[in-house]
């Protein structure tokens, strides 16, 4: 019996998601263990909260893609800490690259620069401020509750996204041999950065926000939904309804889109922001379990990518399977090359 494309997407889909998560669980704990044993005694606060979050997000991510048809609500509060984390990721390591590569004027006598170093607080202030506002909205049905999320987000990373470009520029202006090596990993860190926020601010404030808002808007035109009250009013506030059908209508393709990068590329970035980015000292000595890992990731996806091209559907929609399948590989093909070079912990 040939299948229809409606429900055939979604065994190769599914098992690539839950490739990538239980292969990033493992590679997440061998980063976990690397970094526990460092050469030196430096940064150790720094260190820990990296772990600890990145561990969060990927645990938590790993769940919610594992169990997305499984069950019908996902529990909200850890949704919330991988969330809240994610951001806390990202800030923490913006924060120190300033403290490791500091700029040469003195930003003290320029307000606006003053005020750019400051801006991964605002990341992780708007993103805190998302998560009551989502719970508060899945209670009320409030109809603007997921543009006010959505455009928090937004608001949080475009306000790093001056800072993140300074930085990368900051680090690829370093001419010096054995300072290149030295901070080679925090160049790596600023090139994911820099380009996670031009990519997901042009995604946000160009693609979705302005349609959302009008949606909302158009919403609030035949008034707001009553107060609910009652048992359900407390599931909807701890839980997260999951969408446990197969029909690919009822996912839509920008939904499709944002859950695999949400629970492939954020769960790697967030992985190798694990490792602390930091100046390094120069070695030569390099752990291949990591490398090998990734390598077999590399050939699951691959594996998978032709099982997406060989369903039966039309080509146009072969296209879209290719294009998601290829989503998975971009990320998985540069902390191959990463691994490669970087040196050990």
Not at 166 to 187: C, F, T, W
Request: charged fraction near 15%; proline fraction near 5%; aromatic fraction near 14%.
């Amino acid at each position: 019996m040939i299948l229809q494309f409606e429900t055939a997407w979604a065994i190769p889909w599914y098992t690539t998601m839950v490739i990538l998560n239980v292969v990033g669980l493992v590679y997440c704990a061998i980063i976990y263990k690397r970094s526990l044993i460092p050469r030196d005694g430096k940064d150790l606060t720094y260190r820990k909260w990296m772990r600890i979050m990145g561990i969060i997000f990927t645990l938590v991510s790993a769940y919610r893609a594992i169990s997305v048809w499984a069950i019908p609500y996902t529990f909200r509060i850890p949704n919330t800490l991988a969330e809240v984390s994610f951001a806390g990721l990202f800030a923490y390591a913006m924060l120190r690259f300033n403290a490791y590569l500091p700029a040469t004027d003195d930003t003290r006598a320029n307000k606006f620069k003053s005020f750019i170093k400051k801006t991964p607080y605002i990341l992780v202030g708007c993103l805190v401020l998302a998560q009551p506002i989502d719970t508060w909205g899945g209670i009320t049905h409030f109809a603007l509750r997921g543009v006010f999320v959505e455009t928090l987000w937004g608001i949080g990373f475009l306000s790093v996204l001056p800072l993140a470009i300074i930085q990368l520029r900051r680090v690829l202006s370093i001419k010096d041999k054995e300072a290149k090596e030295r901070l080679r990993i925090m160049k790596y860190s600023a090139i994911i950065i820099a380009a996670w926020c031009v990519i997901y601010c042009m995604y946000r404030w160009i693609f979705t926000l302005p349609f959302m808002w009008i949606s909302a808007f158009n919403r609030l035109e035949t008034g707001l939904p009553l107060l609910e009250t009652g048992l359900q009013v407390i599931i909807d506030a701890l839980g997260i309804r999951t969408r446990p059908s197969l029909e690919y209508s009822d996912w839509g393709f920008s939904f499709l889109i944002w859950h695999s990068a949400y629970f492939s590329i954020c769960t790697w970035i967030s992985i190798f922001l694990m490792k602390a980015p930091r100046p390094r000292e120069i070695s030569g000595k390099h752990n291949a379990k990591p490398t090998l890992i990734t390598l077999a990731l590399i050939t699951l996806a691959l594996i998978t990518l032709i099982t997406l091209i060989g369903l039966p559907a039309d080509f146009d929609e072969i296209i879209i399977l290719f294009v998601l399948g290829g989503l998975f590989l971009v990320p998985i093909a540069y902390f191959f090359v990463l691994e490669i070079k970087t040196t050990k912990e």
